[in-house]
């Protein structure tokens, strides 16, 4: 191997790369070309750091896409970081590149300067094929390029001699198709014509300093000769590229100081490694352990008498960074042959990680992809998450570590319009198709035995249930946590009713293609302001989605993709099912489980409840319950047996169907389906002497349908609506409390009616699905009822369990509403979240009934018109009527002693 300097003054071409959004574009793949022109100015303009000016600015939010046809990058596979400015020569003036920027992107000028020099490598091995160059533009009457984003970062100053360029670590990643992989290998040096480049081995005058600001930024590979180069001349090298992976073991891997940017990646036996200082000097060396990865053996290893030394003989130093990326640059990303796969990491775990990897969907639109596989070769299952909430967090790598070192490949895709994926966003709307494309993306690789299970919570959770409705036949397990089923009666609306404080606090921070803060705003207030379909713009947010979801306010086919209704049938795939008794989709997520069972094996479904909110198996005290020890488990290590049993051959962890928690008992228990099959669905019946208006009035809950006529009657004003006392929204975004709460308060207001049992001899327990029928008139044209269900405590605290509320003018079906006729009595069916219990001897059971739980539910205007697209309201007056004729009542599924087994 020679390191060969060369002088050319021909116009030079440089190929982007895609970088992570906001990072400079210097050096990489081939595909869309920066010409030069008179002067140095390129052609287009590069992104640049944060506080830079750049042509994809925040406020046009576009990505910059290259022409050519094999655009597509097969990976980011790596990591990018910027230093700061350094300090311009005092004697030079700071070159202003000129800056020509694409169609569609803010404009961007300066006047160019003649940069200083720039340099380029070529690496060429087997699988690994790659020229990037640039040219040196000092003092040269030619024209030549020069990177603009590398023009805008000034020098830093060790005797007016050094001029850095910010250094790029990222992992090199070859191509089965033996592509090109990309790696640039670039410099800046001020040293002049006469000064010569000492290319002997001897030994360094001085250790590489530590010091933090001027630390180590990045180490690559150099050739054991090295010819000089001068102040004017462009210079090209040929660098020993890696090998095969059965060397891997024994060769030197690269470092960068951990306290900037952790890499390395195999290298040719034999090798030099060369670690640069920024702002100090060029140490070229053999590292003495060679087969080691951590960066600080390998820099405890410098040798005193070096392989080589690369610094001028009057201290002129060589400043360079590293770009790698993967140049498989094709829509439809080939895999890489077993033999080149064991690349090491830039991480801590020993997995090897693709980033950025776009795939073209069926119409064309491209999704970015993260992967994340064992290093060792071979077939293997794959777990794939589809998600809007960015597909590289901060959990993202121990995630994916917890199913690499069991044997999966781990893939997590960025949803269409969010972070780093193309096209716009519509809420689950594209999800359905969009995954299933990528899980035959997935089947497809060759690392992959063509199985792909799905995992997810929450937004994640759902779509993995609309991407089985496409039932693929490589899609073979799902992992569902807190997952809705429709849109339209338990996600979006509670049966035709908005959740508000839930799903509008969510929307109103996914504006844009990442997530937006939600702090600092009186979500309250916020939610009281009219028309719903308006409520985008009250926090200066444009959500068309958000509108879309108000103005359709029956459930006609424009919910259909976003929702799963009976489509169970269509497919057969093992699921996973996670909820808490407080979150706020613990009904669809609980009904996925039950419709899977139905239509499938009831062996191959598993449904956990907990006392758990939206995020699950973290708190042990929510409310003002404290649920004891037992409140959190290992759940990722019944999750893994589930999925392993099933995925990998593992032994059968004999896991009952139905896990769940009882609630005052504090102890998990085991079922054999849900419903519960023991279940004694109970009624218990509403009764007063006509006044059960607040906790201090004469309502009474009976197990017997009342024989006498009665009713009570209340007052809804929406301008006035009953607050809502425990929320079912992750983070509590609107300031309301969660979990079990003493609900008193709200009891003593007239137009809350309440209803109370006798005194509980022995422990009650309920747990499942929870329901009410409640016969009611009023003199609107609409109205809401709603009803709630509590725990009373000897001392008087009432602790709200389930809650639930029904839309009077959908009675007769979602697909349309149908106004009351005044004094008419209607029974209205009132779906309540499922709960769970143990009402304790000594204890009684309480129902609430009224017409609002704000902002819980958004609230009915009482006019017979949408509530979600007008603003007018009246006043409602409706009477609750309990009689023989018109028995209003709840059903709790009270479970027998017996009906259930203690979890281990």
Known sequence: MSFAATTARSPQTVARTDLPNGWGRPLGLSGEKYHSSPGCAPREAWMSPAGVTRANSASSRRRVEPSAPNRSPAGR????????????????????PSVAVRPGLPSASKTATRPRHHSAATIESPGHSVTASGSHCANSPGPSPIPPQLARWPPLA????????????????????????????????????????????????????????????????????????????????????????????????????KALIRSSFPLAPGAATMASWAGRRVRCHQPRHAGSRDPAVLLSSLPRKSAMRCSTPFGHTVTAFLLLNCAAALRTVTPAPASAQATPHLIDYPMVVEYDVHIAMRDGVSLSVDVYRPAEAGERPAVFTLTPYNNNSDGTLDEAWGFVERGYAYVTADVRGRYDSEGAF?????????????????????????????????????????????????????????????????????????????????????????????????????????????????????????????????????WGPISMHDSYADFDIPSFNVTGWFDGQVQGTSRHFASAVKTGDPGDHMLIIGPWLHGVNRNRTIGLRDYGPDAIIDLDAVRDAWLDHRVLGAPDPALPKVLYFLPVANEWREADGWPIPETRFTEFYLASGGNANTLFGDGELASAAPSATGSDAFTYDPANPVPTVSSRTSG?????AQGSVDNRAVETRDDVLVYTGPVLDEPLEITGPIRATIHMSTDAPDTDITVKLLDVYPDGRALNLSHGIARASFRDGYDRRAALDPGAVYAIDVEMFPGANLFEAGHRIRVEVSSSNFPNFARNLNTGKSSDTTAEMRVANTRVHHSDQHPSHIVLPVIPAGATRPWR
């Open 426 to 558: 519509n809420a689950w709307y594209d999800d359905s198709e969009d995954g299933s494309d990528i899980i035959d993306w997935i089947a497809s690789q060759a690392w992959s035995d063509g199985r792909v299970a799905t995992s997810g919570g929450s937004y994640s959770g759902m779509n993995q249930w609309l991407i089985a409705k496409q039932n693929n036949p490589h899609h073979v397990a799902i992992l569902g946590y807190v997952a809705p089923k429709d849109s339209f009666r338990d996600l979006v609306r509670w049966n035709g009713v908005p959740k508000l404080d839930l799903i509008y606090t969510w929307m109103m921070g996914m504006d844009g293609r990442v997530n937006q803060s939600r702090t600092g705003w009186n979500w309250s207030r916020a939610m009281r302001g009219l028309p719903l379909h308006t409520l985008d713009e009250v926090v200066g947010r444009d959500m068309p989605v958000w509108r879309a979801w108000m103005e359709n306010d029956t459930e006609s086919a424009w």
């Open 158 to 257: 060790e005797n007016n001699r050094i001029s850095p360029v910010p250094p790029l670590a990222t992992a090199i990643r070859p191509s089965a198709s033996r592509a090109a992989s990309s790696i640039a290998y670039s410099w800046y040096t001020s040293a002049p014509a006469s000064a010569p480049m000492d290319t002997a081995g001897a030994s360094p005058t001085r250790q590489p300093s530590r010091d933090p600001v001027a630390g180590l930024a990045f180490s690559t590979i150099v050739t054991p000769a090295l010819s000089r180069t001068s102040d004017r001349s462009c210079g090209s090298v040929s660098l020993p590229a890696p090998q095969a992976a059965k060397d891997n073991a024994s060769t030197p891997a690269n470092t960068i100081r």
């Open 732 to 736: 509590a975004r609107g300031g309301i």
């Open 77 to 96: 596979a790596g990591l990018a970081r910027m230093p700061p400015p350094g300090i311009r020569p005092r004697n030079e003036k700071r070159p202003s």
